[in-house]
């Protein structure tokens, strides 16, 4: 890896200064890199963080074959890292003008990492420092504890895509502004309502005498009102104390933050050392979540202003055709498939556009009339400013749930794709199966990424209880006895998984002699089971 | 066609039961939609269709290259990464390098198959609803893809054949360099499945035969005279003598020039006749590729083949010969691998076909003289011939010179779990017991693992 030439620099600076005046915000210092196809093959493993921590499965010779990103979906490989200063990849035999293309591409991801509300707790430190130290570690700790080191990696890693990223970015967002649990918040909130007769009129009663004591005694109607409950209910205070404690409790969908907190394995004092190492594999992946729930935005974003500065760039002219052709590449609708460029740079200027005309207020929707709606302009001039505002605050799935609708199916003539059989010719149909904005939000909110929710606490025995939440989704069957064997040994004993399953069940459909001439509806039928990780064996029970 | 109509009347006259009627006309019926639905229909290629994940800058900023980092990384050596591997089970944990098959792109379609390790990182992470897989038809459930431009709500945009059939003009020129680069992995495939997943050496059962070739070799030691002379023998011959004659002492300087040198001191290498006792194999392949094998069966089966294949490669130090037969209700013979691994049709099933072809090579061929043999079978267990009735003497016939037959039943799912034709006449004909040295069976489910298969080649070869 070497730096960009001088020249090539230049022309950076330049993109910089024009994408600067055109409102994009990010800090000056940026670095680039020219990496032949070795080092990418070096660096595709590590995420392209050149400084990434050494681990053997990089190592390993991996499929990486496309069909593995529709179950599996990873942090796609990218020409830009977040880090600080950003550093960005480019091939030497570039020309110019394709340079200035990509500079803005990558300008357009930089501003988006340091302006994009979801990267929050990316942006008080640089990434590449921090996973240096934490492979200095890594190689100290293998240099001590062998290969023991690569177990405890392994096994963090099986549960590393169930951080509690959400957790983290409430914590950022509500700093300060949570209040602390009262014992009377307690009582009315919890203790009233989970109680095995609670009704709602007695609940209401004890609202109107918690109001009428408040009333009655300005100073301390409160105080007293308490006073009367805890002399009825004598337990009411042991159970607000033990809520307390247990308010305490980390990461109830953090695993690994769990693991850290409670596992009593770890927290031996020869094993302390693998809490680093947990906590290595968790910040590091902290740090990655932001980037793919973002795809389709960050590309959207970066693909809309390469296209908007590069033709306004003067120092490019009589290259509009060879820009064109890449350009399409990059940005054009595919006949099948999801093209996050090319969608997310779509659905940028479709709002851009509406909110020139002001189409995104309430007067805007109160307006029910088909055609006074089509030729709706109030001519505000706030589309880029909007723009910049949904660049801030959404992610992929806010993003793709709120925007769109059917005037942008329509205007970009997007359809939804059925697969059906054909048994007279025995082919896969591939047919246009809607054009509703409806099913194609859907369609789209379905192909984001999305790891289950796992609530993790400790059972009876001092078992380890996983809970995944139900979401119309079974989990990856071959997966699971890794996943808990690795978890058990951090635990250091045994681990249950409560997951759904769904089991197919047949109508009669046996009508004999006849090729299958209708298919009848298969109906699926969910059954909670429960999975046992034991002395390192997996056993499968229904639960219910 | 006709000929297999006029099958199913014989088969009828002598008496079908229903269940068996219904898996014959469900073949029949592939048979006349499936054929050739590529070439009969010219249908263009299906749509690829992609995650969005899976696009990214430097792929698309690439000009014309191929994304490098679509491709391998081996940064460790593959010996060194299996040791890891045998540590880990020594750790009691369960290994983690699987053997994979890769098939490679080839530009004009002739792919090729490489054999590469591969792992993967297990996390919890959400699986689709399966699908019906036993229908294989009515809509997809899922939520289908993205798509852009003209066409109305239930137009057709494309479409796809449901099995490719390749092959068949699998000629010259293609496969050449596929098998080459397919022979020079597969040896080390051999190694590593014996070392490391600890597959059985072949016993040695005195089945080492003589070659009717000799090679000459200068192994034979002559004193006095031969073709080279062995400097390092003559010299301690020459000291020998010298010592003997009180010439050299112990303690003093030898003095070479006044060594006297005896021409029988003198020891040559001479060339020597040598019987070359190398053993020897000949491996079958058999697979039915008939319309009820299509999918995971065909998947299973091949898997297996291929790495027995690599197996026998070792244990015989490459001298393994390798016969690739297909059978429907015909069988026939393919020139290589990859038509063997590639081939799909949709006919019937009639195993005694393979049986009687893999027999009268060895007959016309005079294979058994010279070779061990093998068969290895892989089906779904279903035979338009019930009971064995042709099959089973065939069988008989073949298990006289073999030294092992070994059938794969990979079930297909079609007929729930019952048991299946082949696996039941086999079972009835008493062989699996009275052969045991020389007849194994393996029936896997159909969604077995890779760790399976090879569960299932200890059960056939050990």
Known sequence: MELISQHAKRIMEGCKERARQAGLRFEDETLEYIVTNRDLVELGPKVMIPTLYDYWVQDVEVLREQGRYELYPNNPYETVINTRPPISYYNDNNPDWLNVMIFYHVIGHIDFFQNNLFFRHTWDYDFAGRALADKRLFAKLRSEKGRWVDYVIEFARTIDNLVGYFDLLAENGAAGSERPLTLLDYYFDLFLQRGPKSSVSRYSQEIERYNRMCREYPEDGETRFLKSVTEKHAELEALYAKKLKEKKTVGRTDPLLFLMEYSPFLNREENRWMLMVLEVIRSTSLYFQPQIRTKILNEGWASYWHDTLFLGDDRIRGHEVDYAIVNAKVTSMPRVGLNPYALGMRLFQYLEQRADRGRTGLAYFQTLDRHQRQRFDRDTGKGREYIFHIRQSHCDSMFVNSFIDQDFIDQHRLFVVGKRLNKERMTWQYYVKSRKAADYKEMVADSLYHPPRVQVSVGDNNVLVLEHLFEGKPLLRDFIQGVMLGLEFLWGGEVHLYTSVPIPRKAGRERDGQAKEETPKRTIEWKRFRYTMKDRTLARTLAE | ?462
């Open chain 2, 1 to 462: 066609m006709h000929r297999l109509r006029q099958w199913v009347r014989q088969l009828e006259a002598r008496g079908l039961t229903d269940e068996q009627r219904r898996v014959i006309e469900f073949e029949l019926a592939l048979v006349e939609q499936g054929g050739d639905p590529q070439q009969a229909h010219g249908l263009g290629p299906g749509p690829v269709s992609r995650s969005l994940y899976s696009y990214c800058d430097p792929e698309l900023f690439a000009q014309g290259t191929a994304s490098p980092v679509l491709s391998l990384v081996a940064a460790q050596s593959l010996d060194h990464l299996l040791q890891r591997d045998l540590q880990r089970e020594q750790d009691g944990f369960p290994r983690k390098i699987r053997i994979g098959k890769l098939v490679k792109p080839g530009r004009d379609g002739d792919d090729k198959v490489v054999v590469i390790p591969t792992t993967v990182e297990e996390k919890l992470i959400h699986d689709r609803i399966p699908e019906d897989e036993e229908g294989e038809g009515g809509e997809g459930q899922e939520a289908g893809e993205g798509g852009a431009g003209e066409g109305e709500e239930g137009e057709v945009i494309g479409e796809q054949p449901v099995r490719e059939e390749q092959g068949g003009g699998s000629g010259a020129g293609q496969g050449q360099g596929g098998a080459h680069e397919l022979e020079s992995t597969v040896y080390d495939l051999g190694r590593i499945l014996t070392e490391q997943f600890a597959l059985p050496n072949l016993r040695d059962k005195g089945k080492k035969r003589s070659l009717t070739r000799f090679a000459y070799d200068l192994t034979d030691k002559n004193r006095g005279f031969g073709q080279i002379l062995d400097k390092k023998a003559t010299l301690r011959r020459v000291l020998q003598t010298n010592i003997a004659l009180g010439r050299v002492q112990a303690g003093t300087r030898v003095d070479t020039n006044t060594l006297m040198v005896s021409p029988r001191d003198r020891v040559y290498r001479i060339l020597s006749k040598e019987k070359d006792y190398e053993s020897q194999a000949v491996v079958f392949f058999v697979r039915d590729y008939s319309g009820s094998m299509a999918g995971k069966p065909t998947e299973l089966v091949v898997n297996q083949h291929v790495l027995i294949y690599a197996w026998l490669t070792y244990q015989y130090q490459n001298q393994v010969e390798t016969r690739f037969i297909l059978h429907d209700t015909e069988a026939r013979e393919v020139e290589n691998f990859q038509a063997y691994y590639q081939m799909q049709v949709a006919g019937g099933t009639q195993v005694a076909s393979a049986y009687r072809l893999v027999n009268r090579i060895v007959v016309e061929e005079e294979l058994a003289r010279d070779y061990s043999i093998y068969v290895f079978h892989g089906t779904d267990g279903d035979d338009w011939d019930t009971y064995g009735e042709e099959a089973l003497p065939e069988l008989e016939k073949m298990l006289v010179y073999t030294s092992r037959v070994g059938i794969t039943i990979a079930e297909n799912g079609l007929e729930g779990s019952r048991r299946s034709e082949v696996e039941k006449y086999l079972a009835k004909s008493g062989l699996l017991e009275t052969k045991k040295e020389l007849l194994r069976l393996d029936v896997m489910a159909k969604d077995s693992t890779e760790a399976r298969v090879i569960e299932g080649i200890k059960r056939l070869i050990s």
